[in-house]
């Protein structure tokens, strides 16, 4: 029962609240679709769940007893190596504070993928030892739609200055029929944020013939600009 929004027992006597152990946790942890792993105080994996061992490709038999950084080895979107002796985030862990989640790339293996992690600081009076339990999630989607949108504003900004007023920018039909060889040269090299006049001397092209086959290709997308036909070839598997 409680009395003033304090538990008390059978008789009236006061119960402390007991903390919840850092076995309990990782137990309820893990059941989560999210890898769930930790560490101790010298960054040393002292648990990995199986959704851990599959999202990561590595058993727990691989993975404990191990260095957090050597197994993870993930870099910041600068690719610069964030998972690192003593680093930050299981620092501040270490101390009891909250932390910020993040995105890491592993720099493990030749396909880039990101993955987003959230850190649980466990306290040393809960287990014998302070810990950081790592919950982590595969957001390689999500990264990839984060970049074509940056790259996309970036390719705007740089039409923009050229094409103010520019006809292309027009209404058009809908699609017609598939692009030619000619025309998804020239999408692929308008996703890589190349202009008018940067096309025109990558084809061999004079200004206005790169420019008709860009009409043309908006004209067949059924799209109003060039950063709609990046978007619209990103999405369509085109470029």
Not at 6 to 34: F, H, I, Q, Y
Not at 175 to 189: H, I, Q
């Amino acid at each position: 029962m409680k009395t003033n929004g304090r538990r008390t027992g059978r008789n009236g006597a006061k119960a402390k609240d007991e903390p919840v152990s850092s076995a309990a946790l990782l137990n309820l942890l893990s059941r989560s679709a999210d890898g769930v792993f930790a560490v101790d105080g010298d960054q040393r994996i002292v648990y990995w769940s199986p959704a851990a061992a599959q999202l990561l490709g590595v058993s727990a038999r691989e993975a404990i007893g191990k260095y957090c950084q050597d197994v993870i080895q993930g870099d910041d979107y600068e690719g610069h190596p964030f998972c690192r002796p003593n680093c930050p985030t299981v620092r501040a862990a270490r101390q009891g504070h909250a932390v910020t989640n993040y995105d890491i790339s592993p720099s493990d293996g030749a396909e880039e993928r990101w993955l987003n992690i959230s850190i649980v600081p466990v306290p040393e009076s809960a287990s014998g030892q302070p810990l950081a339990i790592h919950l982590v999630r595969d957001v390689s989607k999500r990264r990839r739609a984060e970049q074509l949108a940056q790259a996309a504003i970036a390719t705007e900004a740089h039409f923009m200055s050229e094409s103010d007023g520019d006809p292309e920018t027009t209404p058009y039909p809908a699609p017609g029929p598939a692009l030619t060889a000619r025309e998804v040269e020239v999408l692929r090299l308008l996703a890589e944020g190349h202009g008018t006049d940067a096309l025109a001397r990558k084809l061999g092209l004079r200004e206005v013939t790169v420019r008709n086959h860009i009409q043309r290709l908006l004209a067949k997308l059924g799209v109003h600009s060039r950063l709609e036909a990046v978007v619209y070839g990103a999405q369509h598997g085109l470029i």
